[in-house]
């Protein structure tokens, strides 16, 4: 069993939805959790950070997290073409570096 | 201000051959990581400098090791190439002073190994 596992997709959805990505983990020493976008073969982008349990907003993004299930959620509101990309889920005890999943690759269909 | 800069953009090397990729972290950014991505996989942790030491290391052979300079700029050498690793490469920076994760990563350096 993989620390990260994610869904590679692709995720197809038309323009104006509401999208949901998410990925589950293993390892219960992972404290903090991050969201990427990465577009085709650039580095990734930061979008979101989250340390430990609850929700976070910003603008047209929602990251939540819930260890207890180990189980991390990322919500697009409105979604735009230009959202059309890879979304990394990362997270990390803080003493090691990131673990990533596999990535979505996100369709929005204008 | 420059964020984390890579180069080469994109290398050709054969089996058995030796490379070496640069990095220049952002204004501010005294940590520098590397991370291996294969095509359709995400970013793999290779290793992590601060203070011109190796600080933590990922689940990756001897062949690959870095440097870091004083200015806080980054190489990441890898020796007797194998045709498993083409991938892009990616550096990531961050100021350790900050209690955070937050990585930022640059654009890359596509490695191909024929």
């Known amino acids: 069993q993989k620390e990260v596992e994610q869904d590679p997709g692709p995720l197809s959805v038309p323009e104006g939805a509401i999208v949901s990505l998410n990925c589950t983990y293993s390892?219960?020493?992972?404290?903090?959790f991050m969201w990427y976008r990465q577009y085709s073969r650039k580095g990734p982008e930061l979008l979101m950070y989250?340390?430990?349990?609850g929700n976070k907003e910003d603008g047209r993004f929602t990251a939540q997290v819930d260890k207890s299930s180990k189980y991390i959620s990322l919500f697009i509101r409105d979604s735009q073409p230009s959202d059309s990309a890879t979304y990394l889920c990362?997270?990390?005890?803080?003493?090691?570096?990131?673990?990533f999943g596999k990535g979505t690759h996100l369709i929005i269909q204008p | 201000d420059a964020g984390v800069t890579q180069s080469p953009t994109h290398l050709i090397k054969t089996r058995g051959q030796q490379v070496t990729l640069r990095c220049s972290p952002k204004?501010?950014?005294?940590?520098v990581s590397w991370y291996q991505q294969a095509l359709g996989q995400g970013p793999q942790f290779i290793f992590q400098?601060?203070?011109?030491?190796?600080?933590q290391r990922g689940n990756f052979p001897d062949r690959f090791s870095g440097h870091q300079f004083p200015n806080y700029s980054s190489e990441l050498n890898v020796n007797a190439l194998l045709l498993g690793d083409s991938a892009l490469y990616l550096c990531?920076?961050?100021?350790?002073?900050?209690?955070?994760?937050?990585?930022?990563f640059g654009s890359g350096t596509q490695l191909s190994v024929l």
């Open positions: 990531a920076s961050r100021p350790q002073s900050l209690v955070s994760e937050k990585l930022f």
């Open positions: 390892n219960s020493a992972f404290q903090y």
């Open positions: 989250t340390y430990s349990s």
């Open positions: 990362a997270m990390t005890g803080g003493a090691d570096g990131l673990t």
């Open positions: 204004s501010g950014h005294d940590t």
């Open positions: 400098y601060y203070e011109e030491e190796e600080r």
